[in-house]
């Protein structure tokens, strides 16, 4: 059993949707880890959440958000349109709504004293942590250490979040975390996959190629599948097979070797390997990626504008 103090600890999701769904069943299955004594302790904050907050704004959503909470064995309140009095109630509160609402949630009255002091934790795509502050205080910025100031830390974890294999680039707080700010900030999206940290100014970049490149990937995946299907075999023999071996790749990757190297020890001289890459060359695929980087990256900016 994990020594982890029990306490009053409250962390809320504000614009609990997919992405916040996904955080809080990661959450919440790394706490029955600790629990169980399945996890090292010395990792984990002094405090840990002890209740949790989903908020959202529509009643349907509210209905659907407690039923698959429920379903994922997650024990967490969900509320509606009570975003200042969760925040009021918490200890960490995770912003996960769509960039349009930033506005409104964040200038909403009572939301300034609610945050302050707290550490507030953006996952909204595109949004600065100086243009969060902008919304929240207008003109007067309190000074860091002050009683109203709120520690915002910007990250983009990734659709895998669920699964605990979401790759997230959280980005260098300026000025520093308080450390139990800091150590909660790792262990929460630790608690979903693995974690890098940036420069601010490298955040929006960061965002698409751990946020978005799923999406890419998973293009590029369905294409192969239906090259499969094409020639006689069945989808989901296809598609295990594809991404079993897309997975392999990855993993060869993140064990040391290149891209490059991957391809080169697949591509025999003359081979069907060989032949799928130059059709693939010839389709400017991989300029194409490229090419998607760069314009996702600049509507992220323009959507934090």
Not at 133 to 146: F, I, Q, R, T
Not at 234 to 241: G, H, I
Request: net charge negative.
């Amino acid at each position: 059993m994990a020594s982890t103090k029990e306490n009053d600890f409250t962390l809320a999701v504000l614009g609990c949707g997919n992405m916040g769904t996904a955080i809080l069943c990661g959450l919440w299955d790394s706490l029955i880890s600790l629990k169980e004594g399945a996890v090292d302790e010395q990792n984990t904050p002094t405090e840990t959440p002890s209740r949790f907050l989903a908020c959202v704004h529509r009643s349907f959503t509210a209905e659907h958000l407690k039923t698959k909470l429920s379903e994922e064995g997650v024990s967490a309140e969900v509320w509606q349109g009570r975003n200042v009095e969760a925040a009021q109630a918490s200890k960490v509160i995770i912003l996960c709504c769509e960039p349009k609402s930033i506005s409104e949630v964040l200038s909403e009255e009572g939301m300034r004293s609610a945050l302050s002091g707290k550490l507030l934790l953006s996952i909204v795509a595109g949004a600065s942590s100086s243009k969060l502050a902008k919304l929240l205080y207008g003109s007067s910025l309190p000074k860091v250490g002050d009683k109203e100031y709120c520690y915002i830390v910007r990250t983009n974890p990734n659709t895998a979040s669920a699964l605990r294999l979401s790759s997230t680039p959280i980005s260098n707080p300026d000025p520093p975390l308080p450390p139990a700010f800091a150590s909660l900030t790792t262990w929460v999206f630790e608690s979903i996959g693995s974690i890098t940290y940036l420069p601010e100014d490298l955040l929006n970049v960061g965002g698409v190629v751990a946020g978005s490149s799923p999406a890419f990937f998973a293009l590029a995946l369905e294409g192969v599948i239906e090259g499969a299907i094409a020639h006689g075999m069945d989808r989901e023999q296809a598609t295990k097979l594809i991404a079993q071996a897309m997975k392999g790749s990855a993993e060869l990757v993140l064990h040391g070797q290149s891209p490059k190297n991957v391809w080169e020890k697949v591509a025999t001289p003359g081979g069907g390997t060989a032949m799928g890459l130059d059709c693939l060359r010839k389709g400017r695929v991989q300029e194409t990626f490229k090419v998607a980087v760069e314009k996702a990256t600049t509507r992220l900016a323009e959507l934090g504008q």
